[in-house]
């Protein structure tokens, strides 16, 4: 086996290739694939834990905002990683004998509406973001005992 196609590998990739990308993707392991599996949070969301998007998991709310079904809500009923969909409750194709089946549904074409919070790490990572300072805020520095020894002296400003 060549060692270049171990997943262990892999590196990811920084060419802007469509091809190479579409391969980079199609190639992805699981735990790559599975962040790549993330829908945008709804604006009340986005304001309450300070983040655009979430990877996706079963039992959370979504809405679907494109394709025939669009506009549709439900809960995610499957994720299944490997062809990267998602199935949605209520979302079905009737097929010509008249049953109906679980449409899979990509995950950038829906928004989370409500998220589930029963995965305790997740409940973390998301109280982490939530109190972060957003892009616009600037960073506040704690002062430390040694930030006022050594380092470079600044030469006091001229007023013109």
Known sequence: MNSSSHSRFQKRTSSSQPRKQRLARANAPHHQARKQMASHLSEE???KYNRRSMTVITGDEVKLLRGDHKGKSGKIVDVDVTVRKVVVEGVTNKKADGTE?????DPSNLLIVKLNLEDKRRQAKLDETANAPTKGEPKVQKASKAS????????PKKEA
Do not use: F
């Open 45 to 47: 969301l986005l304001l």
């Open 148 to 155: 006022g020894k050594g380092g470079k002296k600044s030469a």
């Open 101 to 105: 089946v679980p449409l899979p549904v």
